[in-house]
Nanobody, 123 residues
Framework: QVQLVEAGGGLVQAGGSLRLSCAASGRSFRSSIMGWFRQAPGKEREFVGAISRSGKSTYYADSVKDRFTILRDNAKSTVYLQIFSLKPEDTAVYYC????????????????WGRGTQLTVSS
């Protein structure tokens, strides 16, 4: 498995932008499909999107694809989630996840998880 640590959350104003990061260690990062999820208070965990091993391909949920960008830096074993035009409804705990298997980026099944980072967007 991969050990994952998210960072970059906090309290931000609506309309701004933010970049979350997720540092990986353990199993080779380069061999992992990486994903991002979020869980808002009182709601189920939502799959935000994923990025291929090379970083050349991405998948986004329809609810976020216009404002979210997933990037990865394999040299730094880090994956990023950039969020633009932040909205109060983006308030959630954001989790990164990893898997070694299926290359279908729309698949929301992962085997390694971080503990999450809290993002709060004020109006």
């Amino acid at each position: 498995q991969v050990q994952l640590v998210e960072a970059g959350g906090g309290l931000v104003q609506a309309g701004g932008s933010l970049r979350l990061s997720c540092a990986a260690s353990g199993r080779s990062f380069r061999s992992s499909i990486m994903g991002w999820f979020r869980q808002a208070p009182g709601k189920e965990r939502e799959f935000v999107g994923a990025i291929s091993r090379s970083g050349k391909s991405t998948y986004y949920a329809d609810s976020v694809k216009d404002r979210f960008t997933i990037l990865r830096d394999n040299a730094k074993s880090t994956v990023y989630l950039q969020i633009f035009s932040l909205k109060p409804e983006d308030t959630a705990v954001y989790y990164c996840a990893a898997r070694a298997g299926d290359e279908d980026l729309s698949l929301a099944t992962f085997d390694s998880w971080g503990r999450g980072t809290q993002l709060t967007v004020s109006s």
